[in-house]
């Protein structure tokens, strides 16, 4: 419906005015958020004042937490920061990955917050600056939204030449059911003024970061014309439970369809802001020529057959999964070998902003090593390249995954079919011998040979000689 043209939309009105006049618009957005501040004040009568947690925030033992992660099966980086992807076999088929088996990405120590003291501020240009409580979050209307998060990094073992970071595989991602309040439901609470451009997240983690003088915390920035869109929550539930302590307790950002650093975890405060971020995490790191990493590459992974696994020839079911951040996944397309590409079956629940499972059946023949590979293709007409965009930083490389397995072949030529082109079959060498074992050998060896001479020569003399004489010489 276009509207009429006696009545404009009038200047910050939304994108679906339709003609009615701007003292409506402006009278239900006031009842909306005087609504909403009577039920935060019935939640928080007595609300007491509790400033942004102290410079000397107390940390969860990082010895604990990388126990805690290697139990639940993660392959650990590093641990402290504690660092970790999920293995991608424990991702097959999963609607959602249990919070223990989700990835971790850290840039400091996880903090260990108490969130009866614990307070989202929200300021800066603000009309209506506010300091929430956990209790006063939770009562204003919940949503869930099933959202898939990948590090910016993921993938970056596989750049030639290498770059410096966290040299993670594929597994640095992971789809888990958020549960929260919408962002712009809370800033809508705020009244940001007219000269707010950016919102920029802080969390209570911190620590020295190279390049900057004293403490830096974890802060990243979002443009305030894209929170609308975008479907931003303030998260406080991970799969139907509290949010884990090193996925961000008790508050976090989940940002659908952005890599996860825009995610901020521990959030502690909320700044609307004139002017660009220029905070170390959005342009010292987390860029690609200048430019902050933003939607997720689309991308496909393969969780079955494991790579270097060793399959029977005959039927086979390649399984795994797929995502995107800018449209949804239209198609997942699979080569075997040297054939061409076959078009995977996509399976699963679809959600606008989490993964979707796929699989294709298909047959092996044998012996021998085969590359498979899978591509995914997004509605915005994007797929995978062959070979990955390299860049310094070594973020969103989203290179065709690929595995080998070998089909039919003994353990001898899974030997041998691992030797580069060329190389010869390794020479079996002796046991090292000390000089007097040497030595006791050789006497040995001796008087072994000097027992066998007198043995032949005693049944030489021992035979008997012919009777009669001599036979004639011819």
Same mark, same amino acid.
């Given at each position: ?24 618009? $402006? ?24 400033? &942004? ?7 969860? *033992?990082?010895? =604990? ?40 990405? !850290? ?15 929200? !300021?800066?240009?603000?009309? %209506?600056?506010?300091? &929430? ?9 919940? %949503? ?9 990094? !993921? ?32 800033? *809508? ?23 900057? +003088? ?30 884990? =302590? ?18 901020? =975890? ?11 971020? *220029? ?8 860029? $690609? ?12 992974? $393969? ?6 696994? !060793? &399959?029977?020839?005959? *039927? ?61 293709? +997004? ?10 965009? %390299? ?58 040979? =000097?027992?066998?001479?007198? +043995? ?19």
């Amino acid at each position: 419906m276009i509207p009429a043209s006696h009545t404009p939309r009038p200047a910050g009105s939304p994108a679906y005015y339709l003609g009615r006049p701007a003292a409506r618009w $402006i009278a239900a957005t006031r009842r909306r958020r005087t609504a909403a501040r009577h039920r935060l004040a019935a939640v928080a009568p007595a609300r007491q004042q509790v400033g &942004l947690p102290a410079p000397g925030v107390p940390v969860v *033992d990082p010895d =604990k937490a990388c126990q805690q992660a290697i139990g639940a099966g993660l392959v650990v980086h590093q641990a402290d920061p504690l660092n970790a992807e999920t293995p991608l076999p424990l991702l097959a088929g999963a609607a959602v990955v249990p919070s223990d088996r989700f990835y971790v990405r !850290n840039h400091f120590g996880i903090p260990d917050l108490d969130a009866a003291t614990w307070r989202l501020e929200i !300021n800066g240009l603000a009309g %209506w600056p506010l300091s &929430l409580s956990l209790a006063e979050l939770r009562a204003m209307s919940s %949503w869930t939204a099933v959202v898939t998060l990948e590090c910016a990094g !993921n993938g970056r073992s596989g750049l030639e030449p290498s770059v410096p970071g966290e040299q993670w595989g594929l597994g640095a991602v992971g789809t888990a059911a958020w549960t929260g309040v919408l962002l712009t439901d809370v800033l *809508d609470l705020a009244a940001p003024l007219p000269g707010a451009l950016e919102v920029v997240f802080r969390g209570a983690d911190s620590g020295r970061a190279e390049g900057r +003088d004293g403490l830096v915390h974890f802060e990243r920035s979002l443009p305030l014309r894209y929170l609308g869109s975008v479907g931003a929550l303030l998260a406080y539930s991970m799969n139907d439970q509290p949010l884990p =302590k090193r996925h961000g307790y008790p508050l976090r950002l989940i940002v659908p369809g952005w890599y996860g650093v825009a995610s901020v =975890k521990w959030l502690t405060g909320i700044e609307l802001t004139g002017r660009p971020f *220029d905070g170390h995490f959005q342009v010292d790191r987390y860029h $690609i020529g200048g430019q902050p990493v933003t939607l997720q590459a689309v991308r496909s992974v $393969i969780t079955e057959p494991r790579s270097g696994g !060793n &399959l029977e020839p005959g *039927d086979v079911t390649v399984r795994g999964m797929a995502w995107s951040g800018a449209a949804p996944i239209t198609g997942v397309e699979v080569s075997i070998g040297d054939q061409a590409w076959q078009a995977a079956t996509v399976t699963g629940a679809q959600h606008p902003h989490g993964w979707q499972s796929w699989q294709l059946r298909t047959r092996l023949a044998g012996p021998g090593r085969v590359i498979v590979r899978a591509r995914a293709i +997004d509605a915005a007409g994007r797929t995978q390249p062959s070979q990955p965009a %390299w860049n310094p930083l070594g973020y969103a490389a989203n290179t065709v995954h690929q595995v080998m397995v070998s089909v039919g072949s003994s353990t001898a030529e899974l030997r041998a079919s691992t030797r580069t082109p060329g190389e010869q079959t390794p020479v079996r060498r002796r046991r090292h011998r000390t000089p007097h074992s040497l030595e006791q050998t050789g006497s040995a060896r001796g008087s072994q040979g =000097k027992r066998a001479s007198a +043995d032949s020569r005693a049944r030489r003399t021992s035979r008997p000689r012919p009777s009669g004489p001599p036979p004639a010489e011819r």
